[in-house]
């Protein structure tokens, strides 16, 4: 059978609603623990939620992690989600510092406590593009997704598709080359979700 994409187990992934989601939109997704399924060229996708530590260590104890940096040197698009997207940075705060993937520069850092905003960032709100991209197209700056996080990405402003306001500005789309990224869950995100996630097809 021929798979439109791969999804990534890394052993603490939403991998259910992130398959289901694709598959709903029509795509044949194949999910694999195992780093010798993408040594074939095709569309990878890299979900995470849980603690950046845990995803990580799931990514080394399966030796995912050397596999997605040949997948990115390879040039095959490859898209983060949540936990999956920080993973791509270079270090995670959550319980002491946590090397990440270091495939963008940056790392991953608690929301700092202000009046009035919980922790976790959980429910809808805002992407503000901050600059164009086919990963955006059918879509206004402004419009609402649905996130669920702890900890945020300080990404560099040339790999910062889209920023969220909750307290601070941050990162919560990120781009550079193949490589993508959305802090927020497009699987729970509707229609703004479902296009981005068949933009991602498109590429």
Not at 32 to 44: K, N, Q
Not at 141 to 148: P, T
């Amino acid at each position: 059978m021929k798979y439109d994409a791969i999804l990534i187990d890394a052993g603490t992934g939403n991998l259910h609603s992130v398959r289901n989601a694709l598959e709903h939109l029509g795509y044949a997704i194949r999910v694999t623990a195992d780093p010798a399924d993408l040594r074939e060229p095709g569309r990878v996708l890299l979900p995470g939620v849980g603690a950046f530590a845990a995803f990580m260590d799931g990514l080394r104890a399966r030796g995912l992690d050397a596999a997605v940096r040949e997948v990115i040197e390879r040039g095959d698009p490859l898209l983060g989600i949540c936990v999956g997207m920080q993973a791509l940075f270079e270090v995670g705060e959550e319980l002491g510092e946590t090397p990440g993937l270091g495939l963008l520069a940056g790392r991953v850092k608690r929301f700092p406590d202000l009046p009035g905003l919980k922790i976790p960032h959980t429910g809808w709100n805002q992407l503000w593009f901050a600059q164009p991209s086919p990963l955006f197209t059918g879509l206004q700056s402004g419009d609402y997704a649905y996130f669920n996080h702890s900890f945020y990405c300080s990404a560099q402003a040339e790999d910062t598709l889209a920023q969220t306001d909750y307290g601070i500005n941050y990162a919560s789309a990120v781009k550079r080359d193949n490589l993508w990224g959305v802090q927020f869950h497009p699987e729970k995100s509707q229609r703004v979700g479902q296009t981005i996630l068949e933009n991602f097809f498109k590429l």
